[in-house]
């Protein structure tokens, strides 16, 4: 299994202003991707972060919100932008490498947009 | 859209006692994975299970795959503390595509 970490572990924010999460794996992996998981609510997808190109987006989730960097196979960022209450929640890094039918999650960021 | 239902959403019992949990779809998974998520925690895999009627074991923790491939359950056997958490249950379709997760069942064991 991959090491996952994410930089903030948590933070407060205040309304319009934008935060970028980093995603940082101890080795190459194919897939990455961002989830959200919403007070009382499972875990939905926001996007795939494809290496070198734009990421794939989740049917509700546009890149001018939630635009997101992958420059190599170790390393993304998601940054939330023009934040307001409702995006409040646990953002979620995950992985995966090709043929493994697994993903793998790190620690979560915990947001809260006042 | 795929759905997994997962039931109970709450439970909380008295340590020693056995539970199931249960994770239901109309579609046919060619895998099932189970997380146990702690507060603060992203989620952890238990077990990934792939073939209709698989049982796996993980110490007191037994794992089954439904002959179709639609429905899983969790069963542990005189629960500890230690197992508190949110258990998710996820499915894949074949191939490279999405997860779908199940909305969890948030468990609490009492000393």
């Known amino acids: 299994s991959a090491v996952i970490s994410q930089k903030p572990s948590r933070d407060i924010c205040q309304r319009g202003t934008s935060l970028t999460i980093q995603c940082q794996v101890d080795?190459?992996?194919?897939?990455m991707f961002w989830y959200r998981q919403q007070p009382g609510q499972s875990l939905t997808l926001i996007a795939t972060?494809?290496?070198?190109?734009?990421?794939?987006?989740e049917s509700g989730f546009v890149i001018d919100k939630f635009p997101i960097s992958r420059p190599n196979l170790t390393f993304s960022t998601l940054t939330v932008s023009n934040m307001s209450p409702e995006d409040s929640s646990i953002y979620l890094c995950?992985?995966?490498?090709?043929?493994?039918?697994?993903?793998?999650f790190g620690p979560g960021t915990r947001l809260t947009v006042l | 859209t795929q759905l997994l239902e997962q039931s109970p959403q709450f439970l909380s019992i008295q340590e020693g006692e056995n539970l199931t949990v249960y994770c239901n779809s109309s579609?046919?998974?060619?895998?099932l994975q189970w997380y146990r998520q702690e507060p603060g925690e992203g989620p952890v895999l238990l077990v990934t299970?792939?073939?209709?009627?698989e049982v796996k074991k993980l110490k007191r923790l037994t794992f089954q795959f439904g002959d179709a491939r639609k429905d899983s359950s969790l069963h542990i056997t005189a629960a500890q503390p230690g197992d508190t958490g949110l258990y998710l249950c996820?499915?894949?379709?074949?191939?490279?595509?999405?997860?779908?997760f199940g909305i969890g069942t948030k468990l609490q064991v009492i000393p």
């Open positions: 995950s992985v995966e490498s090709r043929g493994t039918d697994t993903q793998y």
């Open positions: 080795s190459q992996v194919t897939m």
């Open positions: 972060a494809n290496q070198g190109s734009e990421a794939t987006y």
């Open positions: 579609s046919v998974f060619s895998s």
């Open positions: 299970v792939v073939t209709g009627g």
């Open positions: 996820a499915g894949r379709t074949g191939g490279y595509q999405k997860v779908t």
